[in-house]
């Protein structure tokens, strides 16, 4: 019920100024958001970086429907390269990136526009040998995401690809792309999809997840495994030894502002850990979906307020 009723509230202008306005809001905000601005990406990159973990950077926002704006998100986007090569952090760095942001639901043309917003975007990612991972979003653009990433593959080899287990047709999808120098992040999907076309209900999205790790990791790609879920990180480390992968070979995402000491924790193993860390004005579509998948992350940010 609440998955339901959430995306549309999540778009009412009542919901944005209360969601972004009230105190407990600012504590949900300043937890799994870097800030509304690239300086607070980076600042955010490097104190990661400080605790040996990787960073893929997101700049908030989705929902395009006007050139203008795509236009505006490439912009902001190779602003953020640009400051992290003068911070001396972009080497290594990734950056996570909407095709709905870079124009692809803008009409007649946007499927040529995110593509075109995305190879200007991959050219300056490649010349500040950082990477580029294509965010997978609701069932319906996951066909022409992929279509775009094997365009992008042509000419820069380094773009991944997101893949959602809840979906019947990942298992497929994972055995396409498990090939060798193809970066996947698995996660197990933040869209809420019809039975005829996604896995309904915890126990069966995590055992899809865990197909697919197998599919993943017994492949020759490059495997990012993203979730925070303890018997599935544990699956994946135990799966990885099986079957004989070093630690550079694979990746573990979390989100920015979860299970923190999980992320010291993995990394401290000599795991290679990367932080997904949204930046951004636009955080209510995004902190909507962290707070349905999870509602006691409110009382988390409650708790934090408390203690300051
Ligand atoms: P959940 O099912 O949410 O949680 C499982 C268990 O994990 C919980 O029972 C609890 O034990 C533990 N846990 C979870 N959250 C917390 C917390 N805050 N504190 C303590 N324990 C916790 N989705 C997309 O659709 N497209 C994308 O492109 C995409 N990119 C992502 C990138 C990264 C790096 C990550 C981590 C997720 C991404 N997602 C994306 C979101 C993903 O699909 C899930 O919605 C989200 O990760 C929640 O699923 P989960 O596997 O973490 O486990």
Same mark, same amino acid.
């Not at 972004?20 to 990406?41: K, Q």
């Not at 704006?69 to 990734?94: C, E, Q």
């Not at 094997?150 to 991944?160: N, S, T």
């Not at 630690?247 to 000491?261: K, N």
């Given at each position: ?53 990787? $960073? %893929? /950077?997101? =700049?908030?926002? @989705? #929902?395009? !429907? ?5 236009? &505006? *998100? +490439? ?54 040998? $950082? %990477? /580029?991972? =294509?965010?997978? @979003? #609701?069932? !319906? ?5 992929? &279509? *775009? +990433? ?159």
């Amino acid at each position: 019920m609440i998955q339901k009723l959430m995306p549309p509230v999540s778009r009412h202008p009542l919901t944005r100024a209360l969601v972004t306005r009230t105190p407990l809001a600012r504590g949900i905000i300043d937890r799994f958001v870097a800030g509304p601005s690239d300086t607070d990406a980076i600042a955010a990159v490097a104190g990661l970086a400080d605790l040996g973990l990787l $960073a %893929t /950077v997101d =700049l908030l926002g @989705e #929902d395009i !429907t006007r050139a203008q704006d795509a236009a &505006d *998100t +490439l912009l902001a986007y190779l602003g953020l390269l640009d400051l992290a090569d003068r911070a001396g952090i972009a080497a290594g760095l990734d950056v996570s990136v909407k095709l709905s942001a870079l124009g692809q639901a803008v009409p007649r043309d946007g499927r040529k526009l995110s593509y075109e917003n995305a190879a200007e975007l991959c050219a300056r990612a490649a010349a500040a040998n $950082a %990477t /580029v991972t =294509l965010d997978m @979003e #609701d069932h !319906t653009t996951t066909d022409s995401t992929l &279509d *775009t +990433l094997v365009e992008l593959r042509r000419d820069f080899p380094f773009v991944g690809a997101v893949l959602q287990a809840q979906l019947l047709r990942t298992e497929t999808d994972c055995r396409d792309l498990a090939t060798a120098g193809s970066r996947v992040r698995l996660c197990k999907g933040a869209y809420r999809e019809p039975s005829a076309v996604a896995y309904q209900g915890r126990p069966a999205v995590a055992a899809a997840y865990a197909r697919c790790l197998g599919i993943l990791l017994t492949g020759s790609g490059y495997p990012m495994i993203a979730t925070h879920d303890p018997a599935l990180l544990n699956l994946a480390g135990r799966f990885a030894e099986h079957v004989g992968r070093l630690p550079a070979t694979f990746e573990y995402q979390l989100l920015y502002g979860v299970r923190p000491g999980e992320q010291r924790r993995l990394a401290s193993t000599g795991a290679t850990v990367r932080v997904y860390v949204p930046y951004g004005a636009d955080c209510v579509p995004y902190l909507t979906r962290r707070l349905v998948e999870r509602p006691t992350n409110l009382l988390l940010a409650a708790r934090a307020l408390r203690s300051r």
